[in-house]
DNA sequence: GAATACATGTAAAATGTTACATGATTTT
DNA sequence: AAAATCATGTAACATTTTACATGTATTC
């Protein structure tokens, strides 16, 4: 899934590893994210399947960078794939869920402890969503010819400021119906 | 984190993977899932580690059961890793917003139809919250000394409900943008 | 003087998925 | 007659994370 991840940003414009790092944790991290060592390792066995090609770009005083590009190749796959209807639903993995299904055991000043420090970490991602992504996604919008990409990573953006907002609800109501 | 979810749930009573396999799609599918062949394995090194121990139940006319037991180093592993709290927030992955996020290319008609069955299939999802899932942390609430676990139980079904209820709102409310 | 940004990668380990293998019983 | 349920597992592969390794330039 990465593949698509790189795929889609070098179909805008030649990067570098480091690069598609950088885009990546300002745009699709809030949906798919991935550690600097994968998206190299990704990249090298692009390359060798033939959807990307590379050159090294020198640089004085900075280490070299290597710039990839998307072939033909690649192109037509990344488009067979965005054409490809989604028929399930994604599974979603929640430690937090996770540890509350178990946590009768445990002192209930514990997890109220637990939920209480989890709403801030919403509550802060919440409000990077209105202010950090949405100032990205605009800049980007007024940029050039970028219209119609602009209104999908709206979109997707507005996702994430629904998403904390469930997340604080539920958690004001578990925290509620627990204190009982 | 699979290790969690056994420990948890032999915590409770002994179990085969079998077992295992199916209280996890009862319960703890909607925020941790496993495929049967990585609870083999997990159950398998477990028991290496000394967190369970196993014995064989013969059966008639069909295969014989390993059944698990949590031992007491389990047992406190669980206890110590329930008790340690989360200080991130999980980062999710949802191939649906990465498609939408490098659609601009596409056909409009085609993402439209992407984000209609997106819809269907989390309102189907949302009804079995609503009954199914609500139905079996009602049957296990009533049964015996469980009322502290139905309680958070409930809490994990009720953030599944409101999830989907919030997929819904935001699927409608990105197709009407896109129909504009 | 220390931390961060720039820039690359490899190796090992952990985690998760898919495919294979077997075979009786029960339900549709 | 076919499909699903019960019940176990292994092997190969793909994905992801963590740790290691290097070194300059700029900012705090």
């Not at 937090?96 to 402890?113: G, H, V, Y």
């Not at 050039?144 to 990573?153: K, Q």
Request: aromatic share 10%; hydrophobic share 35%.
């Amino acid at each position: 899934m990465l593949k698509y991840v790189l795929l889609g940003f070098l179909n805008y414009r030649n990067a570098s590893g480091y690069d598609l790092k950088q885009l990546m944790d300002v745009s699709t991290s809030n949906f798919w994210h991935a550690k600097q060592s994968q998206i190299y390792t990704t990249l090298k066995k692009l390359e060798e399947d033939g959807m990307v090609a590379s050159h090294i770009e020198p640089q004085e005083s900075r280490p070299n960078r290597k710039v990839y590009e998307i072939t033909e190749t690649g192109r037509d796959d990344l488009k067979n794939w965005l054409s490809q209807p989604l028929m399930e639903i994604e599974s979603r993995k929640e430690k937090l869920l996770l540890k509350l299904f178990f946590s009768a055991q445990l002192d209930p000043e514990k997890i109220l402890t637990q939920l209480r420090l989890q709403k801030t970490l919403h509550k802060d991602n919440l409000e990077k969503y209105q202010t950090i992504t949405k100032g990205v996604v605009q800049q980007f919008a007024a940029s050039t010819d970028m219209a119609d990409d602009a209104r999908l990573w709206e979109a997707t953006r507005r996702f994430g400021e629904l998403y904390e907002e469930m997340y604080i609800r539920w958690v004001d109501e578990t925290i509620e119906k627990l204190e009982e």
